[in-house]
């Protein structure tokens, strides 16, 4: 039997990770705008026009600010575990009717009961260690009507770098990600109705496996695993999985990082949901 125990995360580490990462995150995360674009799409397909909002995990604030343009009346809140994040995020806010900012955890979140209408969530949940504790404290915090639109990684995401550091050493340096149907159950555990889920795969690819963590780095995504082996990477065991990575090198000569982004919304009472949108095929992103 595996030992998740090993795959929770160190939220210290998180928070100096997205800290250092912050001045460099929006060169380097396309693959996270491009998920937070298309999850701020969907929200065309809502009915819903709440009064209050909150962007859980705004990072830099590129939903911060999607949310603000299309709900221009509504008091927006950005929430972030990283003051560095937020100061990014402060920074785009405009002069006239600043988004509140607030640093803390998405898994203790420091809000009264049924203060908001709307909570928008990108690439986020996967960071906590206890997702029926997240989904209480949203389904807490919104009102009768309200509205939990998110997206998160599936256990497919990164296989293959997982797969190429599997073949060096045993510790933990990819994070053990839910799959979208353990990530529904916990949202019917915590009070959510009619939940509506669907997954989309998109690889990006490299030209070597350095690339890739030199990318994973300047967005913070760095291991924080508690199980994480606890010395430094030696340059051996480095390119023993970079040989390890080169088995999964495609026709076009370049190595793809996969990712598998599970999209989800639920609703506080029984409101109608649209139907699931069709799962979504491979898309390629390319990183020269």
Same mark, same amino acid.
């Given at each position: 039997m595996t030992d998740l125990s090993r795959y929770r995360v160190d939220k210290q580490r998180v928070r100096a990770t997205f800290d250092r990462a912050a001045p460099s995150y929006d060169e380097a995360a396309?693959?996270?705008?491009?998920?937070?674009?298309?999850?701020?799409?969907?929200?065309?397909?809502?009915?819903?026009q709440p009064s209050r909002v909150l962007d859980a995990g705004t990072g830099t604030g590129q939903g911060l600010r999607g949310l603000r343009r299309r709900y221009r009346g509504a008091r927006a809140v950005g929430?972030?575990?990283?003051?560095?994040?937020?100061?990014?995020?402060?920074? +785009?806010?405009?002069?006239?009717?600043?988004?509140?900012l607030v640093c803390a955890d998405v898994e203790a979140l420091p809000f009264a009961d049924a203060g908001f209408d709307l909570i928008f969530s990108s690439l986020t949940i996967q960071w906590c260690n206890d997702l029926d504790r997240t989904f209480a404290g949203f389904r807490r915090v919104l009102a009768p009507g309200g509205l939990l639109m998110f997206t998160t990684l599936g256990p497919d995401t990164l296989h293959e770098l997982r797969s190429a550091w599997e073949a060096v050493d045993g510790h933990a340096h990819v994070n053990a990600?839910?799959?979208? !149907?353990?990530?529904?159950?916990?949202?019917v555990?915590? +009070?959510?109705?009619?939940?509506?889920?669907?997954?989309?795969? &998109?690889?990006?690819?490299?030209p070597g496996m350095r690339r890739l963590m030199?990318?994973?780095?300047? &967005?913070?995504?760095?291991?924080?695993?508690?199980?994480?082996?606890? +010395?430094?990477?030696?340059?051996?065991?480095?390119?023993?999985?970079?040989?390890?990575?080169?088995?999964?090198?495609?026709?076009?000569?370049?190595?793809?990082?996969?990712?598998?982004? &599970?999209?989800? !919304?639920?609703?506080?009472?029984?409101?109608?949901?649209?139907?699931?949108?069709p799962e979504r095929g491979v898309i390629p992103i390319a990183r020269g």
């Open positions: 396309v693959l996270q705008k491009e998920v937070c674009s298309r999850l701020l799409e969907r929200l065309a397909w809502i009915r819903l929430l972030d575990l990283s003051p560095s994040m937020l100061r990014q995020a402060g920074k +785009g806010g405009g002069w006239w009717r600043k988004p509140g990600f839910l799959d979208m !149907h353990d990530v529904g159950d916990a949202l555990r915590a +009070g959510f109705a009619d939940p509506v889920m669907d997954v989309e795969r &998109i690889t990006v690819t490299y030199r990318d994973l780095q300047a &967005i913070g995504a760095t291991n924080a695993l508690l199980g994480r082996g606890r +010395g430094l990477t030696t340059p051996s065991r480095l390119r023993a999985a970079e040989a390890a990575y080169e088995s999964f090198r495609n026709a076009e000569g370049v190595l793809p990082a996969t990712y598998e982004v &599970i999209y989800g !919304h639920a609703w506080v009472t029984a409101t109608p949901a649209p139907s699931p949108m």
